[in-house]
């Protein structure tokens, strides 16, 4: 399969299919629904498509995974990884931090770094620095969900207490 190539990222036709071990020795984009029945091991960073999939393990230095992405082997990372949505895989090996987002299905993760998990996943062991359980991803971004935290702590310690619904917080602007 023909691979295009700019300076040390290569990229791979919309919808290909690579039979055999695959190696990039660089960084590698891959596009949506495209498939590999081997190995993948890339020198640098990997960007999976959506509803791509790859047979056995994958290797790089750091990932994004895309949505409904099947990987039948272990995937291993040396830095950071993004699991986007509904993507299933047996294991996680990272370096650095693993985000794993709503519906992804995989064994155990280990990383290095912290585990950020947003909404409901599927998994075995978490071990990493430290897990962190974010149930809705826009709080975090926007920063209320640091917000109530600090007000509710403060008010525990002061022993004054207040309150204000989550309708309250989503109106006020920050």
């Not at 036709?13 to 891959?30: R, T």
């Not at 498939?35 to 990997?46: E, K, M, S, T, Y």
């Amino acid at each position: 399969m023909k691979l295009y190539r700019d300076g040390d990222t290569f990229i791979a036709p919309k919808g290909s299919y690579f039979e055999g071990n695959v190696k990039i020795n660089g960084n590698f984009i891959v596009p949506p629904c495209t498939h590999f029945w081997g190995h993948l091991a890339v020198d640098g960073n990997l960007e999976l498509g959506p509803h791509s999939s790859v047979r056995y393990k994958v290797t790089c230095r750091n990932a994004v995974i895309g949505s409904d992405v099947k990987i039948g082997g272990d995937v291993n990372v040396e830095g950071d990884i993004t699991v986007c949505d509904n993507a299933k895989m047996p294991l996680i090996n990272a370096g650095g931090d693993v985000i794993l987002r709503p519906g992804v299905e995989t064994g155990d993760v280990k990383s290095s770094g912290t585990i950020y998990i947003f909404g409901k996943v599927k998994s075995g062991k978490l071990l990493g620095r430290q897990v962190k359980v974010l149930r809705n991803p826009a709080d975090e971004y926007r920063g209320d969900y640091a917000v109530k935290q600090d007000v509710i702590s403060e008010s525990e310690e002061s022993g004054f207490s207040f309150e204000k619904t989550q309708e309250e917080y989503q109106q006020e602007d920050y």
